[in-house]
């Protein structure tokens, strides 16, 4: 069984920057896609960032050109940069991966924007 564990979650204020990562726990795995989701109380889990294929990336319209999403295939981890960080950002963010039709999930990492 594939696990996920993640890290870098943590309190920054408005206009910092934190580095979150995911690292399977079987590194001989190759995921067809790894990426994050976030889910603030009260709303539902919604998309973050993708990358497929080790080039192709997806961002959600309200990170883009402030988050970026990168991959270390030998090491099967992904990590999202978060740069210029607002209150709407905050929430947990979830890592997830995909091989063929099997999706894994991360427990959660609490990310909060506050001065």
């Known amino acids: 069984q594939v696990q996920l564990v993640e890290s870098g979650g943590g309190l920054v204020q408005p206009g910092g920057s934190l580095r979150l990562s995911c690292a399977a726990s079987?590194?001989?795995?190759?995921?067809?896609?790894m990426g994050w989701y976030r889910q603030a109380p009260g709303k539902q889990r919604e998309l973050v960032a993708t990358?497929?294929?080790?080039?192709?990336?997806n961002y959600a319209d309200s990170v883009k050109g402030r988050f970026t999403i990168s991959r270390d295939n030998a090491k099967n981890t992904v990590t999202l940069q978060m740069n210029s960080l607002k209150p709407e950002d905050t929430a947990v963010y979830y890592c997830?991966?995909?091989?063929?039709?099997?999706?894994?999930w991360g427990q959660g990492t609490q990310v909060t924007v506050s001065s």
């Open positions: 079987e590194s001989q795995v190759n995921f067809d896609t």
């Open positions: 997830y991966a995909e091989q063929y039709i099997v999706t894994y």
């Open positions: 990358l497929t294929s080790g080039v192709t990336t």
